[in-house]
């Protein structure tokens, strides 16, 4: 399982608030052998949504991104799609949720959770 060693909590791009973490982290496996854990962040100001991840190469070393915010129709469906999964943490995991998270991170086609 992926940890993150975050110094300091993200923040909204657009009120540039801390973001608060709910919980809802998946686990993803990348066609390149690296796994990613995701999670949920959200700005207690504006209410926009975030994804941000941990990546831990196959080959050594991390990197660590933010995407977001996401558009007020897109940004709820996040949280929900996460909650959904019965294995969050399981990176092999193939449902849904897992599909359509994995969609928004490698940048693939949105799809309904």
Aim: aromatic residues 8%.
């Amino acid at each position: 399982m992926i940890a993150y060693l975050r110094m300091v909590a993200a923040e909204c791009k657009q009120c540039k608030e801390a973001l608060s973490y709910p919980g809802l982290e998946l686990a993803l496996l990348l066609p390149n052998g690296n796994e990613e854990s995701v999670r949920v962040g959200r700005c207690g100001k504006c209410g926009k949504v975030y994804l941000d991840g941990f990546e831990e190469e196959f080959m050594g070393g991390c990197q660590t991104w933010l995407h977001g915010p996401f558009s007020d129709e897109e940004g709820p469906k996040i949280p929900e799609a996460i909650g959904k999964c019965p294995q969050p943490m399981n990176k092999h995991c193939a449902c849904p949720s897992h599909k359509y998270v994995f969609d928004l991170v490698c940048g693939g086609k949105t799809g309904s959770a």
